[in-house]
């Protein structure tokens, strides 16, 4: 329980950062509507006796006095009711525009949350389950938990209001009414901590669900899907999942419906005692018939109140867990740390060094990199060959700083990068992914990715276009620069793997401030005119900047000043081309075997 207040208040605090005068709103209304439901019970004990007071008097002033008296009481009665309804109309209202509100904020949250975290967690299967359940509800189950709150709140003091009119006539029937209403309350409890675990159990399951969506109905892979007529075998597969979850959902609605008849029925039972017993007492002439009624209606809405007091506590309870997924997703820890800047040594050197650099991915004991040792200098160029899973991307990526590594350091001119300041070191590296993004915007938002302020700087963005090979894509868009790629949205211009991929390079190169350029198999699916072409404009490019090459193909890395051969993440050869085709090793044994193949 003291977890769920805590959660509470954490929810709170967001619904109120994200509104405060909606919030304000929310609990105004609240209150008043609490005090509205006992006043109208009240104002209605004084019509009936009104009316019998009119109906027993004798013709005349009296009668006229009484008659008048009953209207004035039903004037009253309506407008409280119309009050009533335009303050529930007014929660309504509130409710809607601050659940907006904060779900837009919630998720904006949750996304910037996974901009915050490092590339390792997105490469854990637990933080995407993490996720998952974090937006679960994410963007109504703080604003209901607040609510539920509001709404305990609200019963508590319109129960007050009725037990102040109830306790009079009989505490002990009082006290038997709440109690008839707890019973339902704990089963709802207890099924609302089923509904979490089931939820929460199977996220690995529902995130499954989600990529065979993705699967089954996007473009990435329509082409296999058809051609290896898989489609029906996934969509079994899908099919099996889902209806494993409307099974267990149905299991559970079915037992926690049945329990809820039963217990209901406990507390149903209860009032119509207590119903006996006051039309008893009327007929004994303890009480008037106004009387009556108000004690028949103040039994039933206290014990209403009542149970919406537990409804809204079992919600609350059920909120707050679903809720402790969103806060346990944000308070994710990230592994990053800066490095203070008096505390770290600076070479006086221009150029990018690995210094005993080794790496592990977390969770795991193997060494994806080890005892790496390299030195670029500052208009260098570094070739990264081997076979696959042999550590290049590793390596790229903790020159990028996307992993920091285990043991040794990176420098970039003898600074250590976890020194740099973050927006700074992504400005000297312009970097090209063999998984690279294909985004679905504008051709011009394609290319300035790579340097935003270039978003509106047409030259600029047509020289990387240029210097990509990706003129003819512009020559043949219908609006140029500002054509749509990609066949998600209306009017998009599909394009090959190999277009994609010039699209992709000309990003790379739009940054001309980058004293680092990165390029892991920039050229795996060009053809081999496209691949000369566009190694010509990088040699010129990559004057005076540090050039880091990775590629299965040699003909593309023979010219660099250094080329590493790596083997399970090791360095087993390096030196220039000529050194290595003397020194008869690996990289002589592939490189004759591909070019071979030209014969």
Not at 293 to 313: M, R, W
Not at 347 to 356: I, V, Y
Not at 556 to 567: E, G, N
């Amino acid at each position: 329980m003291r977890a769920s207040i805590a959660q509470t208040r954490a929810a709170l605090g967001l619904v109120w950062a994200s509104s405060p005068r909606g919030t304000l709103a929310l609990a105004v209304l609240t209150v008043v509507a609490s005090l509205l439901p006992p006043a109208i019970a009240y104002v209605g004990k004084w019509i009936i006796d009104a009316v019998l007071a009119a109906v027993a008097a004798p013709v005349g002033p009296l009668k006229d006095a009484a008659t008048r008296q009953a209207l004035v009481y039903v004037a009253v009665e309506l407008g409280l009711v119309a009050t009533a309804a335009a303050v529930e109309r007014g929660l309504s209202l509130t409710r809607s525009v601050v659940g907006a509100r904060l779900g837009s904020d919630v998720n904006v949250k949750i996304l910037d949350k996974a901009l915050s975290l490092d590339l390792v967690h997105f490469e854990d299967s637990e933080i995407y389950d993490k996720l998952t359940r974090a937006r679960q509800g994410a963007s109504s189950r703080p604003l209901s938990l607040v609510m539920a709150q509001f709404e305990i709140a609200k019963g508590l003091l319109s129960l007050a209001g009725y037990l102040g009119l109830l306790i009079a006539f009989s505490p002990w029937m009082v006290l038997a009414v709440l109690a008839a209403s707890i019973p339902a309350f704990l089963s709802e409890a207890r099924f609302s901590q089923a509904a979490f675990r089931l939820r929460s159990w199977r996220s690995p399951e529902t995130r499954k669900q989600f990529y065979l969506e993705r699967v089954l109905a996007s473009d990435e892979h329509a082409k296999e899907v058809k051609l290896l007529d898989i489609g029906k075998h996934l969509l079994d597969r899908y099919r099996e999942t889902t209806e494993t979850f409307v099974r267990d959902d149905r299991k559970l609605a079915i037992r926690r419906a049945a329990w809820g008849f039963v217990l209901t029925q406990i507390g149903s039972a209860t009032f119509y005692v207590c119903y006996a017993l006051v039309a008893l007492a009327a007929i004994a002439g303890r009480l008037t018939l106004g009387g009556m009624t108000l004690y028949l209606v103040a039994f039933k809405q206290a014990q209403g109140s009542f149970a919406l007091v537990l409804g809204a506590i079992g919600g609350m309870y059920e909120d707050s867990l679903y809720v402790s997924n969103l806060f346990a997703f944000l308070a994710i820890p990230t592994t990053r740390t800066e490095a203070p800047l008096d505390d770290v040594a600076v070479l006086d050197e221009r150029g990018l060094r690995f210094d005993n650099v080794g790496f592990k991915y977390p969770g795991t004991e193997r060494w994806a990199v080890r005892s790496v040792d390299i030195f670029v200098p500052a208009g260098g160029s570094l070739a990264l060959v081997g076979e696959n899973g042999a550590g290049k991307t590793t390596l790229v990526k903790l020159l990028t700083r996307l992993y920091t590594p285990t043991e040794g350091r990176v420098l970039l001119d003898g600074k250590d990068l976890r020194a740099w300041d973050e927006r700074t070191l992504r400005r000297r590296i312009g970097v090209l992914f063999q998984d690279f993004g294909r985004y679905q915007f504008m051709l011009r938002e394609n290319v300035a990715f790579g340097d935003l302020p270039k978003l509106t700087d047409d030259a600029a963005l047509l020289e990387a276009v240029d210097q990509g090979g990706a003129t003819e894509i512009l020559e043949r868009s219908p609006a140029g620069l500002d054509s749509q790629l990609g066949k998600w949205f209306k009017g998009g211009v599909e394009l090959s793997g190999g277009e994609w991929q010039r699209v992709a390079l000309a990003r790379a190169l739009v940054r001309k401030d980058a004293s680092v350029v990165v390029l892991d198999e920039p050229t795996s699916a060009l053809d081999a005119t496209a691949e000369h072409r566009v190694f010509e404009r990088l040699r010129e490019m990559a004057a005076g900047r540090i050039a880091v090459f990775v590629s299965h193909r040699y003909s593309t890395v023979r010219r660099a000043d250094q080329i590493l051969v790596l083997d399970h993440g090791t360095i087993v050869e390096r030196g220039t081309h000529a050194d290595l085709l003397a020194l008869d090793g690996r990289y002589a044994h592939a490189f004759r075997l591909q070019a071979e193949g030209y014969r």
